[in-house]
């Protein structure tokens, strides 16, 4: 479900953002969120006559002669078209197909990050069925799947049924099966928790459009009783013999019944779906409803009714929305990138009834399952433990790609409808676990854990533009309470040259004039008086050097948290930091780097140390092996060097071994080995066929490296070589949780710092 004001502006009450950062993401650096990858090596001309003319006539005339071969020598098996004609946009109505692009550009980015499925949207200007339906059908040899998009109803429902008539490859419209299918799995749930058997459970679904109906149909196919599914519109209750606002969809849905109102089908019933809008069901409806009335109230952004009102007419009730600040959200992302996952992979020519209930059943088992860690993080103080506040997987659980694809793959071979089997579907799972990199729902989780905790946290460089922006972003987002340390002035001057505003929540602490100068200087007095520091030398570090000012602050627990670095070099940042701020082990800095080939991979040190010893090597690899691990990781550590096992020669490489036995003597529990090259590090054939006695059974997810040079170079130089998005260094090692920039970074790399200070403040 999605978090759109019907006046077209961003909800920030769900989605935490400003029109303009949605605007300024679309538009920086290359437009729009998509691009064309190579997958093979097209370098030498020899290369090129192999991809192209003439090598490429061998994979065309084998096709040419058995066209399933399409899905061995194309991207055909993991291709999804997302079309639309623009005409139901989110909740912003008919756009047109233009307008509605971002929206299919954002929807074949979810295929491919949470279900790696590549796709491509195509926005068809027209709204005429029989055109739609015969640009579409012809799309076939190109795609493994059509997913339809924001196709206003009834028109979305002749569509979908004339091309999986005309088309041999699945054709899904999300907004109707998808929503009914998650739906489905917080139905099941709910019904498990108060009793209930779906056979005898009494629906009732306000709202007629495309995913309302899917919704009956869906339930009526898992075995509940035509008789008990009562479907409402604006015009009341769809009843056998009404004429008034009726279509055949509607008509299919329609029972004998003489209540006539939303109020009396409620009466008695034991489960309310609203697809409907805000207001639609009221305490007193509620009240007239059944013992442990589920209530699925999924108009956006407002409900049809609110969890407190709902728990304020109803303690017994479970309810269940399309919002992301509820518990319990019916979000479409936990079905259509894994359903079609599983469709793909067995090419099964349609998504029928079996797949839609096995993808729900699939959801349903999940929530049921202890949540793991990194997934439990994300709850923020709400218990992620089966029960009336958790009936349905949280998007981001690392293991929805591991189950839910393989039970819709299992009922399409069940169903007849595969046209490849699925020999074993144990290992199909994890393959498909290895296919999404955990870490980065692990990060979204962290994001997710301070929304829930907001944190004061001091923005050391409170004057730069940069800091301002990524302080009101940091605001805006939910994360919590921005301190920035400037002259009221000079921030309020850059605020309005910005043309923005400050949001409410933000303060402004100008160091040379705080009424806390006199307590910040005595207590770094009392703290550095015995390294040849006097009062006043305190008391100017103070006034003048926002950075001692803010670490004061954050020691002396008038915050939380401390951002800093845009304009100062790390070391001399760092100076000011350790003036006031106490270590808790050896202090490093660790680097993610997220890259679509190797997953997560976490470097260090590469802040600190131009040349670690051996026990500072040891030491770092612990730590960063247990922060692999909060990022839902299996630590594999890696030692780097220029040599291999002793391979050239040279004297950096004794530290490394030395490290190594240390770890040996220590008994850490997890796997490491070095010292080795980086190409031996990350791949296992390598290993496998030149050092088979190398511990690593893997790649390696953590990269300790050998100096600060070596570390510098491959964090420095990877981002600009690659698509590699780089967090980082990661200070470790202080006592309070601190975070320094690397100087000039850009909004966002502040706001991802700055929110994982407030983490380590959370749970420090």
Known sequence: MDDVRKDGLVDTRTARITGEEALAMHAEGRPGKLEIRLTKPLVTARDL?????????????????????AYDYTSKGNFVAVVSNGTAVLGLGNLGALAGKPVMEGKVALFKRF????????????????????????????????????????????????????????????????????????????????GRDLKTTKLVINGAGAAAIACAELVKAMGMSPQNV??????????????????????AHAIETDR?????????????????????????????????????????????????????????????TGRSDYPNQVNNVLGFPFIFRGALDVRASTINDPMKIAAANALAELAREEVPEEVARSGAGKQLVFGPEYIIPNAFDPRLIARVPVAVAE??????????????????????????DVAVNALEAIHERVRENPQRVVFAEGEDETVIRAAINFRNAGYGYPVLVGREERINATVAALGVRLPDGIEIHNARLSS????????LYARKQRDGFLFRDCQRLVNLDRNVFAACMLAMGDADALLTGETRSYSVTLD???????????????????????????VADTAIHERPDAATLAEIA????????????????????????GDPKGSIPGSLRDAVKLLDAKGVDFEYDGEMGADVALDANLRANLYPFCRLTGPANVLVMPGLHAAHILTKAVPHLTSATTIGPVLMGLRQPAQIVPTGAGVNQLLDMAALAAYQAIVK
């Open 49 to 69: 006559s192999l991809a192209y003319s003439p090598g490429v006539a061998e994979p065309c005339l084998h096709i040419h002669r058995d066209p399933a071969l």
């Open 115 to 194: 279900a790696d499925v590549d796709g491509m949207d195509l926005c068809l200007n027209t709204e005429d069925v029989d055109e739609f339906v015969n640009c579409v059908r012809f799309l076939g040899p190109s795609f493994g799947g059509i997913n339809l998009e924001d196709i206003k109803a009834p028109e979305c429902f002749v569509i979908e049924s004339r091309l999986r008539e005309l088309m041999d490859i699945p054709v899904f419209h999300d907004d109707q099966h998808g929503t009914a299918i998650v739906a489905a799995a917080g139905l099941i749930n709910a019904a498990h928790l108060t």
């Open 230 to 251: 009562i479907l409402c519109d604006t015009k009341g209750v769809v009843y056998r013999g009404r004429s008034e606002g009726m279509n055949q969809w509607k008509s």
């Open 260 to 320: 006539r109102t939303l109020s009396q089908a409620l009466d008695g019933a034991d489960c309310f779906f609203g697809l409907s809008v805000k207001g639609a069901l009221t305490p007193e409806m509620l009240q007239a409803m059944a013992p442990n009335p589920i209530i699925f109230a999924m108009a956006n952004p407002d409900p049809e009714i609110t969890p407190d009102e709902a728990k304020a007419a109803r303690p017994d009730c479970i309810i269940a």
């Open 411 to 436: 009922a399409a071979v069940r169903s007849g409808v595969a046209r490849k089997p699925l020999i074993d579907p144990q290992r199909y799972g994890r393959e498909l676990a290895s296919r999404l």
């Open 516 to 523: 806390q100068n006199r307590r910040y200087a005595e207590w």
């Open 576 to 602: 000011g930091l350790n003036m006031a701020l106490d270590q808790d082990g050896v202090l490093f800095g660790l680097t993610m780097m997220i890259a679509r080939r190797s997953g997560t991979v976490l």
């Open 622 to 645: 612990i730590r960063s092996a247990a922060t692999a691990r909060r990022l839902g990781l299996t630590p594999r550590v890696a030692f780097l060097s220029f040599s291999t096992f």
